[in-house]
């Protein structure tokens, strides 16, 4: 059975989002857009994980240093099936799992869902999903159960551009179907070699693409947009509470701005407009008055923090009192 690599496509500039910075070093709820991706990627055991970075590689390069990826470099940009290629020799002989990295809600149960479809299909599986907002994706085209083609926005008819079943860009590809990549023109507005292309070598050859339909849109939500940020940010922010209160913690309100990486343990109670972010630690039983800012810190079992204070870089040993106001740390 074959191994499977994971290919991240960075390379984009992400001209809508109006800024100097790399589109996939954004924040969604406090860590960069790739750091979502690459941490749902590592979450399969793969057998590597290849980022494509091209528009400010060493920002995305040097923020991934510790991740254990490699790189390849994008440049000029040309496409995604372009962004396939230039991985070379580092592709062959295992399958390919394809993800964004301005896709950071995507989680690990989903990718194994298309994985679990690909495993009996003919080696080519594209995620799908519906949406009644359609505008910018491409437009899957269907036939007896199977991708006959998927047709980007900007060459779609008016009469593609009403079909609501759109292409998430997330893909996989058997190792025996990688070459088909190099037989995709560019015959399209914008002269690019798209990956959603190969469906249509596919079709000339008798291969048949099948699809994998993720009824959860939010969830493949691409950040294109400062409104997609807010977006994503507050789908973000709901999941992580979600989780909190599935592990036994009390949140008073939902008027609590808490980031991705931030731990809090059980029988502690977090009161309305807190900001609990970077990587604090917050342990069993604690309280947390209304509008306290923590960030960076731990808080030991016991401890309470009352309102108005701001924790960043410290620590609160165990069933401490903190009154306010108080400013420990940065």
């Known amino acids: 059975m074959s191994q499977t690599d994971v290919i991240v496509l960075a390379a984009g500039k992400g001209t809508r989002m109006l800024s100097d910075k790399p589109k996939v070093m954004h924040e969604i709820m406090g860590r960069p857009m790739i750091g979502h ?7 399969l055991n793969p057998h590597k994980i290849i980022v494509v970075t091209g528009h400010g590689r060493e920002a ?11 790189f390849a470099v994008q440049d000029p940009q040309l496409g995604t099936a372009h962004a396939l290629l230039v991985c070379g020799d580092s592709l062959g002989s295992n399958d390919v799992l394809v993800l964004y990295g301005d896709v950071p809600l995507i989680q690990r149960q989903t990718l194994q869902s298309i994985m679990a479809i690909f495993a009996r299909s003919d080696g080519i599986v594209f995620m799908t999903t519906e ?11 269907m036939n007896d159960g199977c991708i006959e083609a998927i047709v980007e926005d900007n060459d779609a008819t008016e009469e593609q551009k009403k079909i609501r079943e759109i292409n998430t860009g997330i893909c996989m590809l058997r ?6 990549l190099k037989k995709i023109g ?11 292309d190969i469906c249509l070598v596919a079709q000339r050859e008798g291969i048949k693409v099948g699809a994998y339909h993720h009824p959860d849109s939010r969830e493949v939500l691409g950040v294109n947009t400062r409104q997609d940020q807010t977006e994503a940010n507050l789908i973000m922010k709901d999941r992580k509470l979600d989780l909190l209160l599935s592990q036994g913690v009390t ?4 008027d609590i701005y808490i980031e991705s990486e931030v731990e809090v343990g059980r029988d502690s109670i977090i009161y309305p407009n807190c900001y609990l972010g970077g990587r604090t630690r917050i342990g069993q039983g604690v309280v947390v008055w209304p509008n306290s800012v923590i960030i960076d810190s731990t808080v030991e079992d016991g401890a309470i923090i009352k309102g108005i204070s701001r924790l960043e870089g410290a620590v609160v040993g165990r069933d401490t ?8 740390g940065a």
């Open 37 to 43: 991706v690459v941490s749902a990627a590592t979450g």
């Open 186 to 196: 560019a015959d399209n507005r914008k002269r690019e070699y798209y990956l959603t």
């Open 60 to 70: 995305v390069e040097d923020y991934l240093k510790s991740s254990p990826v490699s």
């Open 131 to 141: 949406t009644a907002t359609p505008d910018g994706y491409g437009r899957v085209i």
């Open 321 to 328: 009192e903190v009154d306010p106001p108080v400013n420990f």
């Open 175 to 180: 190792a025996d179907r990688l070459p088909l």
């Open 251 to 254: 949140l008073v309100s939902r």
